[in-house]
Protein backbone atom coordinates (compact mmCIF):
# COMPACT_ATOMS: atom_id res chain seq x y z
CA UNK A 1 0.00 0.00 0.00
CA UNK A 2 2.73 2.28 0.90
CA UNK A 3 4.24 1.70 -2.23
CA UNK A 4 1.89 2.47 -4.04
CA UNK A 5 1.23 5.40 -2.40
CA UNK A 6 4.85 6.56 -3.19
CA UNK A 7 3.83 6.22 -6.98
CA UNK A 8 0.82 8.25 -6.85
CA UNK A 9 2.52 11.17 -5.89
CA UNK A 10 5.82 10.88 -7.68
CA UNK A 11 3.24 11.03 -10.65
CA UNK A 12 1.16 13.69 -9.37
CA UNK A 13 4.79 15.57 -9.43
CA UNK A 14 5.80 14.54 -12.84
CA UNK A 15 2.25 15.43 -13.32
CA UNK A 16 2.90 18.62 -12.42
CA UNK A 17 5.47 19.33 -15.18
CA UNK A 18 3.76 17.74 -17.75
CA UNK A 19 0.81 20.29 -17.11
CA UNK A 20 2.95 22.68 -17.40
CA UNK A 21 4.60 21.98 -20.15
CA UNK A 22 1.18 20.93 -21.67
CA UNK A 23 -0.02 24.46 -20.31
CA UNK A 24 2.71 26.33 -22.62
CA UNK A 25 1.35 24.60 -26.04
CA UNK A 26 -1.79 25.59 -25.11
CA UNK A 27 -0.58 29.04 -24.86
CA UNK A 28 0.50 28.63 -28.38
CA UNK A 29 -2.62 26.95 -29.48
CA UNK A 30 -4.72 29.55 -28.23
CA UNK A 31 -2.87 32.76 -29.66
CA UNK A 32 -2.39 30.89 -32.92
CA UNK A 33 -3.89 27.73 -33.55
CA UNK A 34 -0.62 26.19 -34.03
CA UNK A 35 1.29 23.55 -32.14
CA UNK A 36 5.41 24.69 -31.30
CA UNK A 37 7.13 21.10 -31.83
CA UNK A 38 10.21 23.58 -30.76
CA UNK A 39 8.79 24.38 -26.96
CA UNK A 40 10.38 21.50 -25.78
CA UNK A 41 14.01 22.99 -27.01
CA UNK A 42 13.41 26.53 -25.70
CA UNK A 43 12.66 25.67 -22.33
CA UNK A 44 15.83 23.30 -21.97
CA UNK A 45 17.62 26.28 -23.47
CA UNK A 46 15.99 28.44 -21.13
CA UNK A 47 17.49 26.06 -18.34
CA UNK A 48 20.89 26.13 -19.40
CA UNK A 49 20.44 29.99 -18.88
CA UNK A 50 18.78 29.77 -15.29
CA UNK A 51 22.27 26.53 -15.07
CA UNK A 52 24.69 29.27 -15.98
CA UNK A 53 23.54 32.08 -13.96
CA UNK A 54 23.18 29.92 -10.99
CA UNK A 55 26.64 28.32 -11.64
CA UNK A 56 28.10 32.21 -12.32
CA UNK A 57 26.89 33.27 -8.22
CA UNK A 58 23.46 34.34 -8.87
CA UNK A 59 21.27 33.44 -5.95
CA UNK A 60 18.16 30.80 -7.28
CA UNK A 61 15.29 32.82 -7.06
CA UNK A 62 16.53 35.94 -8.97
CA UNK A 63 17.79 33.29 -11.56
CA UNK A 64 14.58 31.98 -11.68
CA UNK A 65 12.50 34.94 -12.32
CA UNK A 66 15.95 36.54 -14.62
CA UNK A 67 15.49 33.03 -16.63
CA UNK A 68 11.34 34.14 -17.04
CA UNK A 69 12.05 37.20 -18.17
CA UNK A 70 14.79 36.13 -20.79
CA UNK A 71 12.40 33.42 -21.72
CA UNK A 72 9.51 36.09 -22.41
CA UNK A 73 11.72 38.69 -24.29
CA UNK A 74 13.18 35.48 -26.23
CA UNK A 75 9.94 34.30 -27.30
CA UNK A 76 8.75 37.30 -28.26
CA UNK A 77 11.79 37.58 -30.30
CA UNK A 78 11.66 34.55 -32.06
CA UNK A 79 8.16 34.93 -33.24
CA UNK A 80 8.73 38.60 -34.63
CA UNK A 81 11.96 37.06 -36.25
CA UNK A 82 11.15 33.62 -37.88
CA UNK A 83 7.62 33.09 -37.31
CA UNK A 84 6.04 36.84 -38.76
CA UNK A 85 7.47 36.41 -42.27
CA UNK A 86 5.29 33.26 -42.26
CA UNK A 87 2.46 34.47 -40.86
CA UNK A 88 0.12 33.96 -43.93
CA UNK A 89 1.88 31.11 -45.43
CA UNK A 90 0.17 27.70 -44.86
CA UNK A 91 0.19 25.62 -41.79
CA UNK A 92 2.58 23.24 -43.36
CA UNK A 93 5.70 25.96 -44.15
CA UNK A 94 5.07 27.06 -39.77
CA UNK A 95 5.72 23.32 -39.00
CA UNK A 96 8.68 23.12 -40.44
CA UNK A 97 9.69 26.51 -39.32
CA UNK A 98 9.15 24.98 -35.41
CA UNK A 99 10.76 21.87 -36.43
CA UNK A 100 14.15 24.39 -37.53
CA UNK A 101 13.76 25.91 -34.13
CA UNK A 102 13.95 22.61 -32.39
CA UNK A 103 17.21 21.81 -34.23
CA UNK A 104 18.42 25.23 -33.71
CA UNK A 105 17.91 25.35 -29.87
CA UNK A 106 19.18 21.60 -29.66
CA UNK A 107 22.37 22.22 -31.22
CA UNK A 108 23.15 25.67 -29.69
CA UNK A 109 22.57 24.04 -26.23
CA UNK A 110 25.13 21.08 -26.77
CA UNK A 111 27.87 23.76 -28.49
CA UNK A 112 27.46 26.71 -26.13
CA UNK A 113 26.91 24.27 -23.05
CA UNK A 114 28.07 20.59 -23.89
CA UNK A 115 26.23 17.54 -23.32
CA UNK A 116 27.54 16.14 -20.54
CA UNK A 117 24.89 15.87 -18.22
CA UNK A 118 24.62 18.80 -15.18
CA UNK A 119 22.70 18.52 -12.05
CA UNK A 120 20.53 21.46 -11.65
CA UNK A 121 19.67 22.81 -7.85
CA UNK A 122 16.16 22.52 -6.35
CA UNK A 123 15.18 25.56 -4.26
CA UNK A 124 13.06 23.75 -2.04
CA UNK A 125 14.24 21.44 0.91
CA UNK A 126 14.98 17.78 0.55
CA UNK A 127 12.09 17.15 3.58
CA UNK A 128 8.32 17.63 2.55
CA UNK A 129 6.76 20.32 4.67
CA UNK A 130 3.99 17.95 5.22
CA UNK A 131 3.14 14.58 4.50
CA UNK A 132 7.13 13.87 4.29
CA UNK A 133 6.48 10.24 4.07
CA UNK A 134 4.79 10.26 0.62
CA UNK A 135 6.17 13.72 -0.61
CA UNK A 136 9.71 15.53 -1.27
CA UNK A 137 10.33 18.93 -0.85
CA UNK A 138 10.69 19.55 -4.44
CA UNK A 139 7.81 17.84 -5.84
CA UNK A 140 5.24 19.80 -3.08
CA UNK A 141 7.13 23.23 -4.87
CA UNK A 142 7.16 22.21 -8.16
CA UNK A 143 3.43 21.62 -7.88
CA UNK A 144 3.01 24.62 -6.06
CA UNK A 145 4.60 26.28 -8.76
CA UNK A 146 2.63 24.94 -11.34
CA UNK A 147 -0.81 25.76 -9.87
CA UNK A 148 0.72 29.60 -9.32
CA UNK A 149 1.46 29.67 -12.60
CA UNK A 150 -1.56 27.92 -14.03
CA UNK A 151 -3.64 30.07 -11.94
CA UNK A 152 -2.30 33.22 -13.46
CA UNK A 153 -2.36 32.30 -17.20
CA UNK A 154 -6.09 31.03 -16.32
CA UNK A 155 -7.05 34.66 -14.72
CA UNK A 156 -5.05 36.64 -17.72
CA UNK A 157 -7.12 35.07 -20.44
CA UNK A 158 -10.37 35.36 -18.35
CA UNK A 159 -10.53 38.34 -16.72
CA UNK A 160 -8.25 41.10 -18.76
CA UNK A 161 -9.03 42.61 -21.89
CA UNK A 162 -5.47 42.05 -22.94
CA UNK A 163 -6.03 38.07 -22.46
CA UNK A 164 -9.92 38.48 -24.26
CA UNK A 165 -8.44 40.37 -27.55
CA UNK A 166 -5.77 37.45 -27.39
CA UNK A 167 -8.27 34.76 -28.03
CA UNK A 168 -9.93 36.87 -30.08
CA UNK A 169 -7.07 37.24 -32.65
CA UNK A 170 -7.07 33.32 -32.18
CA UNK A 171 -10.31 32.37 -33.18
CA UNK A 172 -11.23 35.41 -35.88
CA UNK A 173 -8.12 37.59 -36.96
CA UNK A 174 -9.92 38.64 -39.89
CA UNK A 175 -12.67 40.16 -37.30
CA UNK A 176 -10.27 41.60 -34.35
CA UNK A 177 -8.13 43.67 -36.84
CA UNK A 178 -11.47 45.30 -37.30
CA UNK A 179 -12.28 46.25 -33.76
CA UNK A 180 -8.20 47.05 -33.56
CA UNK A 181 -6.40 44.40 -32.20
CA UNK A 182 -3.09 44.21 -32.85
CA UNK A 183 -3.41 41.09 -34.21
CA UNK A 184 0.22 40.01 -35.16
CA UNK A 185 1.58 40.96 -31.86
CA UNK A 186 -0.84 38.82 -29.97
CA UNK A 187 0.66 36.20 -31.50
CA UNK A 188 4.30 37.72 -30.41
CA UNK A 189 2.65 38.01 -26.85
CA UNK A 190 1.81 34.43 -26.51
CA UNK A 191 4.77 32.94 -27.85
CA UNK A 192 6.77 35.20 -24.94
CA UNK A 193 4.43 33.67 -22.61
CA UNK A 194 4.54 30.16 -23.78
CA UNK A 195 8.20 30.59 -23.48
CA UNK A 196 7.78 31.88 -20.08
CA UNK A 197 5.84 29.04 -19.26
CA UNK A 198 8.05 26.47 -20.56
CA UNK A 199 11.15 28.08 -19.03
CA UNK A 200 9.37 27.52 -15.42
CA UNK A 201 8.44 23.70 -16.21
CA UNK A 202 12.62 23.12 -17.66
CA UNK A 203 13.74 24.50 -14.28
CA UNK A 204 10.79 22.63 -12.56
CA UNK A 205 12.02 19.45 -14.03
CA UNK A 206 15.77 19.38 -14.32
CA UNK A 207 16.60 18.64 -10.10
CA UNK A 208 14.36 15.38 -11.51
CA UNK A 209 15.80 14.25 -14.75
CA UNK A 210 18.62 15.90 -15.27
CA UNK A 211 19.99 18.93 -17.71
CA UNK A 212 21.32 17.86 -20.33
CA UNK A 213 20.38 19.39 -24.48
CA UNK A 214 17.83 16.50 -24.85
CA UNK A 215 16.39 16.72 -21.59
CA UNK A 216 12.62 17.72 -22.55
CA UNK A 217 12.78 15.71 -25.69
CA UNK A 218 10.45 12.79 -24.12
CA UNK A 219 8.53 15.32 -21.71
CA UNK A 220 7.42 17.39 -24.77
CA UNK A 221 5.98 13.97 -25.79
CA UNK A 222 4.34 13.92 -22.21
CA UNK A 223 3.32 17.62 -22.38
CA UNK A 224 1.16 16.93 -25.84
CA UNK A 225 -0.40 13.87 -24.50
CA UNK A 226 -1.37 15.88 -21.44
CA UNK A 227 -2.84 18.78 -23.54
CA UNK A 228 -4.77 16.71 -25.72
CA UNK A 229 -5.88 14.57 -22.76
CA UNK A 230 -7.13 18.26 -21.35
CA UNK A 231 -8.62 19.44 -24.76
CA UNK A 232 -6.03 21.43 -26.45
CA UNK A 233 -7.91 24.77 -25.90
CA UNK A 234 -8.63 24.42 -22.28
CA UNK A 235 -5.76 25.24 -19.74
CA UNK A 236 -7.24 23.61 -16.95
CA UNK A 237 -7.38 20.62 -19.12
CA UNK A 238 -3.36 20.58 -19.83
CA UNK A 239 -3.10 20.70 -16.16
CA UNK A 240 -5.69 18.02 -14.86
CA UNK A 241 -4.39 15.63 -18.08
CA UNK A 242 -0.74 16.58 -17.20
CA UNK A 243 -1.61 15.16 -13.53
CA UNK A 244 -3.43 11.88 -15.10
CA UNK A 245 -0.87 11.17 -17.03
CA UNK A 246 1.96 11.40 -14.10
CA UNK A 247 -0.07 9.19 -11.88
CA UNK A 248 -0.81 6.77 -14.68
CA UNK A 249 2.32 6.47 -15.42
CA UNK A 250 3.82 6.05 -12.54
CA UNK A 251 0.94 3.47 -11.50
CA UNK A 252 1.10 1.25 -15.44
CA UNK A 253 5.08 1.64 -15.30
CA UNK A 254 5.71 0.38 -11.91
CA UNK A 255 2.78 -2.66 -12.02
CA UNK A 256 1.66 -3.45 -15.81
CA UNK A 257 3.61 -2.48 -18.30
CA UNK A 258 7.04 -1.73 -16.61
CA UNK A 259 9.18 1.01 -17.17
CA UNK A 260 10.07 0.84 -20.62
CA UNK A 261 6.74 1.16 -22.17
CA UNK A 262 6.40 4.55 -20.15
CA UNK A 263 6.74 6.94 -22.77
CA UNK A 264 4.72 4.28 -25.69
CA UNK A 265 1.95 4.78 -23.10
CA UNK A 266 1.58 8.52 -23.92
CA UNK A 267 2.13 7.98 -28.06
CA UNK A 268 -0.52 5.81 -27.66
CA UNK A 269 -2.86 7.49 -25.50
CA UNK A 270 -2.19 10.58 -27.95
CA UNK A 271 -3.34 8.48 -30.68
CA UNK A 272 -6.48 7.10 -29.12
CA UNK A 273 -7.68 10.65 -28.49
CA UNK A 274 -7.20 12.02 -31.23
CA UNK A 275 -9.36 9.00 -32.64
CA UNK A 276 -12.04 9.10 -30.54
CA UNK A 277 -12.33 12.34 -28.71
CA UNK A 278 -10.39 15.34 -30.48
CA UNK A 279 -11.33 18.13 -28.54
CA UNK A 280 -10.43 16.27 -25.19
CA UNK A 281 -11.89 15.98 -21.81
CA UNK A 282 -12.88 18.79 -21.04
CA UNK A 283 -12.62 20.72 -24.53
CA UNK A 284 -15.95 22.13 -25.91
CA UNK A 285 -16.72 20.80 -29.56
CA UNK A 286 -17.48 24.67 -30.90
CA UNK A 287 -20.60 25.07 -32.64
CA UNK A 288 -21.85 27.59 -35.22
CA UNK A 289 -24.92 28.10 -37.19
CA UNK A 290 -24.78 29.94 -40.42
CA UNK B 1 -19.62 69.20 -44.22
CA UNK B 2 -18.01 66.40 -45.29
CA UNK B 3 -17.07 63.28 -43.16
CA UNK B 4 -15.86 61.30 -45.92
CA UNK B 5 -14.26 61.73 -48.67
CA UNK B 6 -12.96 59.47 -51.40
CA UNK B 7 -11.54 60.34 -54.63
CA UNK B 8 -10.14 57.98 -57.40
CA UNK B 9 -10.58 55.32 -55.43
CA UNK B 10 -8.75 51.76 -57.30
CA UNK B 11 -8.54 48.45 -55.42
CA UNK B 12 -6.92 44.65 -56.39
CA UNK B 13 -7.68 41.10 -54.86
CA UNK B 14 -4.16 40.25 -56.02
CA UNK B 15 -3.52 40.87 -59.56
CA UNK B 16 -7.26 41.76 -60.50
CA UNK B 17 -8.50 45.08 -60.04
CA UNK B 18 -11.99 45.11 -58.68
CA UNK B 19 -12.42 49.01 -58.18
CA UNK B 20 -11.82 51.39 -60.74
CA UNK B 21 -11.75 55.42 -59.81
CA UNK B 22 -13.99 55.34 -57.55
CA UNK B 23 -15.38 59.30 -55.87
CA UNK B 24 -17.71 59.36 -53.18
CA UNK B 25 -18.58 61.12 -50.32
CA UNK B 26 -20.65 60.95 -46.87
CA UNK B 27 -22.08 63.78 -45.16
CA UNK B 28 -22.30 64.39 -41.33
CA UNK B 29 -25.29 62.50 -40.23
CA UNK B 30 -26.26 61.56 -42.95
CA UNK B 31 -26.79 57.44 -44.30
CA UNK B 32 -25.58 57.15 -47.88
CA UNK B 33 -25.95 53.64 -49.75
CA UNK B 34 -24.20 51.62 -52.26
CA UNK B 35 -26.21 49.87 -54.61
CA UNK B 36 -25.27 47.00 -57.35
CA UNK B 37 -25.54 43.60 -57.87
CA UNK B 38 -23.01 40.65 -57.14
CA UNK B 39 -19.74 41.38 -57.89
CA UNK B 40 -20.55 45.16 -58.36
CA UNK B 41 -17.58 45.83 -55.97
CA UNK B 42 -19.78 46.97 -52.90
CA UNK B 43 -18.02 44.89 -50.27
CA UNK B 44 -14.59 45.55 -51.87
CA UNK B 45 -15.77 49.60 -51.45
CA UNK B 46 -15.98 48.90 -47.84
CA UNK B 47 -12.97 46.56 -47.51
CA UNK B 48 -11.00 49.59 -49.14
CA UNK B 49 -12.30 52.24 -46.58
CA UNK B 50 -10.56 49.91 -43.89
CA UNK B 51 -7.69 49.27 -45.78
CA UNK B 52 -8.48 45.30 -45.79
CA UNK B 53 -7.53 44.99 -49.32
CA UNK B 54 -4.98 46.96 -51.89
CA UNK B 55 -5.69 50.41 -52.44
CA UNK B 56 -4.47 53.54 -54.38
CA UNK B 57 -6.34 57.24 -54.60
CA UNK B 58 -7.10 59.05 -51.39
CA UNK B 59 -9.45 58.48 -48.38
CA UNK B 60 -10.18 61.57 -46.37
CA UNK B 61 -12.12 60.92 -43.21
CA UNK B 62 -12.99 64.10 -40.99
CA UNK B 63 -9.82 66.05 -42.84
CA UNK B 64 -7.57 63.74 -42.27
CA UNK B 65 -5.88 60.95 -44.86
CA UNK B 66 -6.88 57.73 -43.98
CA UNK B 67 -5.56 55.32 -46.56
CA UNK B 68 -1.95 53.96 -46.22
CA UNK B 69 -3.12 53.54 -42.51
CA UNK B 70 -3.23 49.97 -41.11
CA UNK B 71 -6.62 48.18 -40.96
CA UNK B 72 -6.10 48.30 -36.86
CA UNK B 73 -6.20 51.79 -36.98
CA UNK B 74 -8.62 52.83 -39.36
CA UNK B 75 -10.93 51.70 -36.03
CA UNK B 76 -9.30 54.21 -33.57
CA UNK B 77 -10.22 57.27 -35.79
CA UNK B 78 -13.92 55.96 -34.95
CA UNK B 79 -15.15 53.98 -38.40
CA UNK B 80 -16.75 50.57 -37.38
CA UNK B 81 -17.52 48.16 -39.64
CA UNK B 82 -20.20 45.28 -39.95
CA UNK B 83 -18.25 42.86 -42.52
CA UNK B 84 -19.49 40.67 -44.79
CA UNK B 85 -21.06 37.59 -42.59
CA UNK B 86 -20.70 39.57 -39.39
CA UNK B 87 -17.28 38.38 -37.87
CA UNK B 88 -18.78 37.08 -34.96
CA UNK B 89 -16.28 35.85 -32.54
CA UNK B 90 -18.33 32.63 -32.21
CA UNK B 91 -16.52 30.70 -29.87
CA UNK B 92 -16.46 33.85 -27.24
CA UNK B 93 -19.73 34.47 -25.46
CA UNK B 94 -22.58 37.42 -26.91
CA UNK B 95 -20.54 39.72 -23.84
CA UNK B 96 -17.27 39.28 -24.70
CA UNK B 97 -17.97 40.33 -27.96
CA UNK B 98 -19.05 43.29 -27.33
CA UNK B 99 -16.57 43.85 -25.12
CA UNK B 100 -14.20 43.41 -27.86
CA UNK B 101 -16.37 46.51 -29.86
CA UNK B 102 -14.73 48.60 -27.48
CA UNK B 103 -11.15 47.44 -27.15
CA UNK B 104 -9.75 50.79 -28.46
CA UNK B 105 -11.49 52.74 -25.84
CA UNK B 106 -10.08 53.91 -22.39
CA UNK B 107 -12.88 54.88 -20.27
CA UNK B 108 -13.87 51.71 -18.83
CA UNK B 109 -16.93 53.24 -16.94
CA UNK B 110 -18.47 54.46 -19.99
CA UNK B 111 -18.11 51.71 -21.52
CA UNK B 112 -19.93 49.95 -19.11
CA UNK B 113 -22.93 52.35 -19.45
CA UNK B 114 -22.86 51.38 -23.28
CA UNK B 115 -22.78 47.86 -22.74
CA UNK B 116 -26.39 48.61 -20.74
CA UNK B 117 -27.51 50.87 -23.66
CA UNK B 118 -26.92 47.85 -26.15
CA UNK B 119 -28.58 45.17 -23.82
CA UNK B 120 -31.79 47.88 -23.51
CA UNK B 121 -31.59 48.03 -27.62
CA UNK B 122 -31.58 44.40 -28.46
CA UNK B 123 -33.15 42.93 -25.03
CA UNK B 124 -32.30 39.61 -26.74
CA UNK B 125 -28.95 39.71 -26.35
CA UNK B 126 -28.92 40.28 -22.44
CA UNK B 127 -30.74 37.41 -22.33
CA UNK B 128 -27.66 35.64 -23.68
CA UNK B 129 -25.31 37.50 -22.52
CA UNK B 130 -23.26 34.00 -21.40
CA UNK B 131 -23.95 32.23 -24.11
CA UNK B 132 -21.53 31.61 -26.95
CA UNK B 133 -22.18 33.87 -29.85
CA UNK B 134 -21.96 31.17 -32.38
CA UNK B 135 -25.38 29.53 -30.98
CA UNK B 136 -27.18 32.57 -31.83
CA UNK B 137 -29.85 32.72 -34.87
CA UNK B 138 -28.79 34.92 -37.72
CA UNK B 139 -31.09 37.51 -36.88
CA UNK B 140 -29.32 37.83 -33.22
CA UNK B 141 -25.81 37.81 -34.77
CA UNK B 142 -26.67 40.24 -37.18
CA UNK B 143 -27.91 42.35 -33.81
CA UNK B 144 -24.57 41.58 -32.33
CA UNK B 145 -22.26 42.62 -35.06
CA UNK B 146 -24.21 46.04 -34.86
CA UNK B 147 -23.99 46.30 -31.52
CA UNK B 148 -20.30 45.22 -31.25
CA UNK B 149 -19.74 47.79 -33.69
CA UNK B 150 -21.29 50.58 -31.84
CA UNK B 151 -19.82 49.82 -28.53
CA UNK B 152 -16.62 51.58 -30.84
CA UNK B 153 -18.77 54.76 -30.25
CA UNK B 154 -18.40 54.88 -33.88
CA UNK B 155 -18.35 58.30 -36.13
CA UNK B 156 -19.09 56.16 -39.10
CA UNK B 157 -20.42 53.10 -39.01
CA UNK B 158 -19.75 50.69 -42.20
CA UNK B 159 -22.72 48.14 -42.77
CA UNK B 160 -22.12 45.27 -45.12
CA UNK B 161 -25.56 43.52 -46.09
CA UNK B 162 -27.11 43.55 -42.62
CA UNK B 163 -30.07 41.74 -44.35
CA UNK B 164 -28.37 39.19 -45.88
CA UNK B 165 -30.23 35.16 -45.01
CA UNK B 166 -32.73 37.06 -42.79
CA UNK B 167 -36.58 36.79 -42.23
CA UNK B 168 -38.30 39.46 -43.86
CA UNK B 169 -39.61 40.39 -39.97
CA UNK B 170 -36.45 40.47 -38.53
CA UNK B 171 -34.76 43.10 -41.27
CA UNK B 172 -37.81 45.06 -40.87
CA UNK B 173 -36.68 45.47 -37.09
CA UNK B 174 -33.04 45.91 -37.96
CA UNK B 175 -33.53 48.64 -39.80
CA UNK B 176 -35.74 50.33 -37.55
CA UNK B 177 -33.37 50.06 -35.19
CA UNK B 178 -30.12 51.24 -37.63
CA UNK B 179 -32.82 54.11 -38.21
CA UNK B 180 -33.05 54.95 -34.32
CA UNK B 181 -28.86 54.63 -34.25
CA UNK B 182 -29.02 57.18 -36.96
CA UNK B 183 -31.30 60.03 -35.54
CA UNK B 184 -30.51 59.29 -31.93
CA UNK B 185 -26.56 58.49 -31.62
CA UNK B 186 -25.93 61.24 -34.69
CA UNK B 187 -23.76 57.97 -35.88
CA UNK B 188 -23.63 58.53 -39.95
CA UNK B 189 -23.65 55.42 -41.94
CA UNK B 190 -22.57 53.87 -44.98
CA UNK B 191 -24.64 51.13 -45.85
CA UNK B 192 -24.03 48.12 -48.68
CA UNK B 193 -27.03 46.27 -49.72
CA UNK B 194 -28.65 43.79 -52.42
CA UNK B 195 -31.93 45.25 -51.48
CA UNK B 196 -32.10 48.32 -52.97
CA UNK B 197 -36.03 48.93 -51.94
CA UNK B 198 -34.88 48.62 -47.92
CA UNK B 199 -31.80 50.47 -48.52
CA UNK B 200 -33.57 53.60 -50.64
CA UNK B 201 -36.14 53.96 -47.41
CA UNK B 202 -33.33 54.14 -45.02
CA UNK B 203 -30.46 56.22 -47.30
CA UNK B 204 -30.70 59.93 -47.91
CA UNK B 205 -28.21 59.57 -50.70
CA UNK B 206 -27.42 56.65 -53.07
CA UNK B 207 -24.49 55.53 -55.39
CA UNK B 208 -25.27 52.93 -57.80
CA UNK B 209 -21.56 50.63 -58.92
CA UNK B 210 -21.49 48.47 -61.77
CA UNK B 211 -18.15 46.20 -62.31
CA UNK B 212 -16.40 48.41 -59.95
CA UNK B 213 -17.52 51.63 -60.99
CA UNK B 214 -20.00 54.33 -60.00
CA UNK B 215 -22.97 55.05 -62.74
CA UNK B 216 -24.88 56.76 -61.28
CA UNK B 217 -25.56 58.90 -57.88
CA UNK B 218 -27.74 61.07 -56.49
CA UNK B 219 -30.69 61.68 -53.41
CA UNK B 220 -32.02 58.20 -52.28
CA UNK B 221 -35.91 59.67 -52.95
CA UNK B 222 -34.95 60.50 -56.72
CA UNK B 223 -33.71 57.57 -57.78
CA UNK B 224 -36.48 55.40 -55.98
CA UNK B 225 -38.96 57.62 -57.93
CA UNK B 226 -37.12 57.13 -61.06
CA UNK B 227 -39.17 54.26 -62.65
CA UNK B 228 -36.40 53.42 -65.69
CA UNK B 229 -33.45 53.25 -62.92
CA UNK B 230 -35.41 51.01 -60.98
CA UNK B 231 -36.49 48.59 -63.91
CA UNK B 232 -32.61 49.02 -65.32
CA UNK B 233 -30.39 48.59 -62.48
CA UNK B 234 -32.60 47.42 -59.16
CA UNK B 235 -34.78 44.94 -61.12
CA UNK B 236 -37.80 45.77 -59.41
Known amino acids: ?290 | MKLLDVTNLNAWYGPNQVLFDLNFDLKVGGITTILGANGAGKTTTLRAVCQAVQTTGSITFIDKRIDGKATEDIVRVGIAHVPDGRGTFTALTVEENLKLGAYTRKDRHEVQVDLERMYSRFPRLKERFRQQAGTLSGGEQQMLAISRALMLRPRLLLLDEPSFGLAPLIVKEIFEIMRQINQEDQVSMLLVEQNAALALNLADHAYLLETGKVVLSGPAADIKADESIRRVYLGY
Open chain 1, 1 to 290: MDSFLLQVTAGLANGGIYAAVGLALVMIHQATHHINFAQGEMATFSTFIAWAMIQAGVPYWLAFVATMVVSFVAGLLIQRIFLKPVEKAPILTNVIVFVGLLVIFNAFAGWIFEHTIKSFPSPFPVEGMFLAQYFSGHQIGSISVTLVVLLSVFCFFRFTPLGLAMRAAAFNPESARLVGIRVSWMLALGWGMAALIGAVAGMMIAPIVFLDPNMMAGILLYGFAAALLGGIDNPWGAVVGGVILGVLENILGAYVIGSDLKLTMALVLIVTILIFRPYGLFGKPIFSRV
